[in-house]
Structure formats: structure tokens, C-alpha cells
């Protein structure tokens, strides 16, 4: 059921319209979260997954109660999702990166790194055309700027922005 589920989604369910669409937004929404919870190794209930959005074969993502991925956003398949995630258009997180610690063999041919898997906490909103580099947490609460290049992890309640990205103020004051 999860290849098919996969199948369909990318031929079909990744086309329909965002939640915000009258009259069609929102039973398209509630199909791609029916079919999120076949393809996902969690799912929870309210889950937004935005028109365009990448997942790979999404086999290992786990995402929250009230949780989306954004429009046209592109996530490793073993993104942590928490609850209540917003997440804008155009997101793109990576999972690895290339090698480059040998300067005798080009980079091409250095292979990939991996890395633990992104992990975003409860409670984060991550703006449009957000980057975040691999291996990264995103603690509860934070916000991210939009158009930010998130190279590195910050404490929980941050709001944060810029390329790279960096500590504008905390949220608790």
C-alpha cells in the first residue's frame, strides 16, 4: 500500500491545491493526509502537506498533529516533524551533503556524508525559501526568517534570520 500510495502522490496528489483554495482546498487536503499516513512512518491527525512539496520515498518521515509541509518545499525522507510545524513555501531542507575532506580526489567523486536526521521541534514556524543545512535541530518554538540559511542549531524559543542564519532575539522575554 505504501508504493502505491507513494505512485499516486507524486502522479496526482502533489498537483491538487493548497488548503486555502474554496470549496476544493480542504477535502484535497484531507486525501493527501490520508494517503500521508500510508506513506509516512507517522502521521498525525491535521497534517497540511502543500501543493508541489518532495519528500523522496518519505518511508521514514514523522510528522505532528497539526503539522504541513509547505508549497513547492523539498524534505529529506527522514525529516522529525513535531506538532504544530508551519512551514512556508519553498523550504528546502537537506539530508547530506557532499564530501570534500580529500583534496586529492575531485569532490564529485567523493561520495555523500550523512547525517542524523533533521529533527523540528514543536511549535516552529519556518518561513518561505528557508534553507536548513543537515543534521540539524530546530528547537520548540523557534522562528525562522523567511529566505534564511540555517547552518546551525540555536536554543529553543529563538527567532532567527539572515544567510547564515543568525540569533536575532528570543521569543520569551
Same mark, same amino acid.
Request: charged fraction near 20%; hydrophobic fraction near 40%.
Given at each position: 500500500?505504501? &508504493?502505491?500510495? +507513494?505512485?499516486?502522490?507524486?502522479?496526482?496528489?502533489?498537483?491538487?491545491?493548497?488548503?486555502? %483554495?474554496? +470549496?476544493?482546498? +480542504?477535502?484535497?487536503?484531507?486525501? #493527501?493526509? @490520508?494517503?500521508?499516513?500510508? $506513506?509516512?512512518?507517522?502521521?498525525?491527525? =491535521?497534517?497540511?502537506?502543500?501543493?508541489?512539496?518532495?519528500?523522496?520515498?518519505?518511508?521514514?518521515?514523522?510528522?505532528?498533529? =497539526?503539522?504541513?509541509?509547505? $508549497?513547492?518545499? #523539498?524534505?529529506?525522507? =527522514?525529516? *522529525?516533524?513535531?506538532? !504544530?510545524?508551519?512551514?512556508?513555501?519553498?523550504?528546502?531542507? @537537506?539530508?547530506?551533503?557532499?564530501?570534500?575532506?580529500?583534496?586529492?580526489?575531485?569532490?564529485? #567523486? *567523493?561520495? $555523500?556524508?550523512?547525517?542524523?536526521?533533521?529533527?523540528?521541534? !514543536? !511549535?516552529?514556524?519556518?518561513?518561505?525559501? %528557508?534553507?536548513?543545512?543537515?543534521?540539524?535541530?530546530?528547537? &520548540?518554538?523557534?522562528?525562522?526568517?523567511?529566505?534564511?540559511? %540555517?547552518?546551525?542549531?540555536?536554543?529553543?524559543?529563538?527567532?532567527?534570520?539572515? =544567510?547564515?542564519?543568525?540569533?536575532?532575539?528570543?521569543? &520569551? $522575554?
Amino acid at each position: 500500500m505504501r &508504493k502505491f500510495s +507513494l505512485f499516486l502522490y507524486y502522479l496526482i496528489l502533489n498537483k491538487l491545491p493548497h488548503s486555502s %483554495v474554496p +470549496l476544493i482546498g +480542504l477535502p484535497c487536503e484531507r486525501l #493527501k493526509e @490520508f494517503f500521508a499516513k500510508r $506513506m509516512f512512518s507517522y502521521c498525525g491527525t =491535521n497534517v497540511n502537506i502543500g501543493k508541489g512539496a518532495r519528500f523522496g520515498n518519505g518511508k521514514y518521515i514523522r510528522i505532528g498533529n =497539526n503539522s504541513g509541509i509547505g $508549497m513547492n518545499a #523539498k524534505v529529506p525522507n =527522514n525529516i *522529525q516533524i513535531g506538532e !504544530d510545524v508551519m512551514m512556508g513555501p519553498n523550504v528546502t531542507i @537537506f539530508g547530506a551533503n557532499h564530501e570534500f575532506s580529500r583534496t586529492d580526489i575531485p569532490m564529485r #567523486k *567523493q561520495g $555523500m556524508k550523512t547525517y542524523p536526521p533533521v529533527e523540528i521541534e !514543536d !511549535d516552529v514556524w519556518i518561513g518561505s525559501n %528557508v534553507i536548513i543545512m543537515p543534521g540539524l535541530v530546530i528547537k &520548540k518554538g523557534t522562528i525562522i526568517g523567511a529566505g534564511a540559511v %540555517v547552518t546551525k542549531s540555536f536554543p529553543a524559543y529563538s527567532i532567527i534570520g539572515g =544567510n547564515p542564519a543568525k540569533f536575532i532575539r528570543s521569543r &520569551k $522575554m
